[in-house]
């Protein structure tokens, strides 16, 4: 990048002030990276259809008298959109003037920004503040910093046109007055370690390299007090596990990865002495990668509080794709930036248009893979076993990872499924419509606590019709599931972990297996064993997408009364459509979803019976989307083991009107259990069985042995496959 001479951060620390009125050169982009790009006569597509998309938006805000409104609105709400429309226009009208040189662009920005200088000293808390801390220009000071965050950026990129005064009272009054306020003046949720924090840490410190101010990037990397104890490298070594796996969910990771690699962007180029990209060997690196990687056809797995709408198409991947790709020249980037078709106006974002133009990209290598959790790997896992890489390979996802913060949900051991592009087992993720004003503001509504978080709205253990941790994220904070066993090589795949502490005197240990059986895509086999101190009521729900094909148990529908499942803890949400009682080989369910079938077929403790229900009761204002689901209920039991079978098989042409193999495929499931594991066997229609074998310990050399159906088998490790014995 260049700067000028005398541009070291350590000067600057021993010249100040002086450098404030001698230096107003960009620091946060390198303009050297735009040389060629203006007047040549052909740019790279991806650049190309960037620009234009940019130059339309600005010229559209420019066309228009500049609007600086006294914010009031809540989110979704005009004064909320405008402000981020102001900031949007200042980033890209400054990327603009790099670009082309047009004096327009920076006199525009000049003028929206002393705008600003006027507006922003007179304002107090936002009239619309809710529950968090209040921000400014907006109902929640996060949104200030994201303002602060797009807004310096735009400003670095045309200080260096204004006259001293005008860039005096805009660093005065609007951009200092900003960064005091994000952070001294909100210490408490600066000072956090979280994704708000974050966000605030990111554009105060941006705003003190651009200022030229080592007192505000002191306070970004180290907190207010400057200790340590909080900022954002403090942010990057705890919040990030040792794979690049961030605390709150793939979701909240993509929507944090953009403060942490665009910041960490700055500090490369203004202390390459802090090595920020080989932090915690290369976490930031790391966590760019797992984002990706934590996406099904480009969209993130919808753990926590997530919008199932997210996807790579987004500026914070926008933003990270071509950052990670400038650190790293990694040409598997490239592809993802293909698949987004777009990138961003910044020297880095060029030289992917440039690079992926020149046909450099190369695959994204998608793969099966652990993710530890925690900041020292020791808080659980997330676990992706996919069935290959393409688009509509079969994913299954094990959530065995820890509490993710308040927005983490109450569901150790879920898990979720994809299969031929679509969701089959699914997560409900958040109750939220964002930015719409209706719908309280954009907020997170009053049901994502009282359905979308509660253990019941997902795929794992319910214990006497209450959440884990009775419903406090606090306390799940203290208790995260042990990720037991993984293997993600070879066609069949293994997930085992293991849960204390979600409910006092109980364990549940869950282990799920992608298993290739037969002409369809890999079943699942889920064996879940719970160990009590006392009888208790366990329920396990199966969120299922899809619709009913045939039921293959002794069902009650309950069409006419349709009654609510529970009093609270989510059950309140669940209609009851239907009950079941179980036959001696158990039950099955199978649904169609697109062209495919999919039978569940069960094995729950002796006496258990089925529910078929449906979210969306006690719901007046319509919040809830309406959702099937599946729950095996065991009753009076302290030990109880839930063994059950998913299977995709045939196909629907609704052209051809054609119907293929919707009769599952397996014949008979049978579990037994033995003194040191369980063996579960799978009998096809045609063809030899398969059992699975899985000892309670995780040595790999220790030998187990059981017997089913008269047969020993005999293997050795934690998990076996056995083929084509007990037939």
């Known amino acids: 990048m260049i700067r000028p001479a005398a541009w070291t951060f350590a000067a600057l620390v021993a010249t100040m002030p002086a450098a404030l009125a001698q230096s107003a050169a960009p620091v946060l982009l390198d303009p050297s990276g735009y040389a060629g790009v203006r007047g040549a006569a052909a740019q790279p597509p991806l650049f190309t259809g960037e620009f234009k998309r940019v130059k339309a938006l600005v010229d559209k805000a420019m066309a228009t008298p500049i609007d600086v409104p006294v914010p009031k609105d809540p989110g979704g709400g005009y004064t909320h959109e405008q402000h981020k429309r102001n900031y949007t226009a200042l980033y890209g009208a400054g990327l603009l003037y790099r670009i082309t040189g047009e004096p327009a662009y920076a006199d525009y920005a000049r003028r929206l920004l002393l705008a600003y200088a006027t507006l922003y000293p007179t304002l107090g808390p936002h009239p619309a503040k809710a529950n968090e801390a209040a921000g400014r220009l907006f109902w929640q000071s996060l949104n200030d910093s994201v ?14 046109t204004l006259s001293v005064a005008d860039r005096k009272t805009i660093d005065d009054q609007v951009f200092r007055r900003m960064a005091e306020f994000l952070s001294v003046g909100n210490a408490a949720s600066f000072n956090r370690i979280h994704n708000h924090a974050t966000w605030a840490a ?49 979701y909240y990771q993509r929507y944090a990865l953009q403060p942490f690699v665009v910041f960490a962007h700055a500090i ?140 983490g949900h109450f569901d150790k051991l879920n898990w979720i499924l994809y299969d031929a592009g679509n969701p089959i087992v699914s997560d409900y993720g958040s109750a939220r419509f964002l930015n719409i004003e209706s719908k309280d503001g954009g907020r997170y509504l009053k049901e994502n606590e009282s359905w979308a978080k509660q253990t019941i709205a997902h795929n794992t253990l319910v214990v006497n019709q209450t959440s884990h941790f009775d419903g406090k994220w606090r306390d799940g904070e203290e208790h995260a599931p042990r990720q037991l066993f993984f293997s993600g090589e070879g066609a069949t795949k293994v997930s085992t972990a293991e849960m204390v502490g979600a409910y006092p005197g109980v364990t549940f240990r869950r282990t799920l297996v992608q298993l290739p059986l037969g002409k369809g895509g890999p079943m699942v086999l889920d064996l879940l064993r719970v160990t009590g101190d006392k009888p208790a009521t366990y329920d396990l729900p199966l969120h299922y997408a899809g619709h009913v094909i045939d039921m293959g148990f002794a069902a009650t529908p309950e069409a006419a009364a349709r009654p609510v499942l529970g009093p609270a803890n989510g059950y309140q949400h669940i209609w009851v459509d239907a009950t079941g009682t179980l036959g001696a080989n158990g039950a099955t369910l199978t649904w169609i979803t697109d062209k495919r079938f999919y039978t569940y077929r069960m094995l729950p403790p002796e006496g258990a019976t089925l529910i078929l229900g449906e979210s969306g009761a006690n719901d007046p204002r319509f919040n809830l989307r309406r959702e099937p689901v599946l729950i095996q209920r065991a009753a009076g039991k302290a030990n109880a083991a839930f063994v059950s079978l998913l299977e995709p098989h045939g196909a629907y042409d609704p052209a051809a009107e054609t119907t293929v193999a919707s009769q599952s495929q397996v014949k008979a499931l049978h579990h037994v259990r033995g003194s040191d594991g369980d063996l579960v066997r799978i009998q096809p229609v045609k063809g030899a069985a398969v059992i699975v074998a899985i000892a309670d310990d995780m040595d790999p050399a220790k030998s187990h042995s059981a017997v089913i159906d008269g047969h020993t088998i005999r293997w050795t490790g934690h998990f076996a496959r056995i083929d084509g014995e007990a037939k």
């Open 268 to 407: 490369a180029a203004n202390q390459p002495q802090l090595k920020i990209w080989e932090r915690r060997d290369g976490v930031l690196l790391k966590a760019i990668r797992s984002t990706i990687q934590l996406t099904h056809r480009g969209y993130f797995f919808p753990l926590n509080d997530a919008m199932p709408d997210k996807s790579l198409k987004t500026d914070e991947l926008y933003q990270a794709v071509a950052i990670g790709y400038a650190a790293t020249r990694d040409p598997t980037f490239l592809s993802i930036a293909q698949w987004q078709g777009r990138s961003t106006l910044t020297p880095d974002g060029i030289a992917v248009a440039r690079d992926l133009a020149s046909g450099m990209a190369r695959p994204f290598p998608f793969a099966s893979q652990l993710f530890r959790d925690g900041s020292q790997g020791d808080q659980g896992a997330l676990a992706v076993l996919r069935s290959g890489k393409g688009d509509d390979a079969e994913v299954l996802v094990a959530k065995n990872s820890a509490m993710g913060m308040g927005h």
């Open 147 to 160: 303002w602060l965050v797009y807004g310096v950026q735009g400003y670095d990129a045309i200080r260096d």
């Open 202 to 250: 990111a554009g105060v410190g941006m705003t003190g390299y651009v200022l030229r101010d080592p007192e505000l990037v002191a306070r970004s990397l180290r907190g207010t007090d400057k200790s340590g104890k909080a900022g954002f490298l403090a942010q990057v070594d705890q919040l990030f596990s040792p794979d690049g796996y961030y605390t709150e969910g793939p």
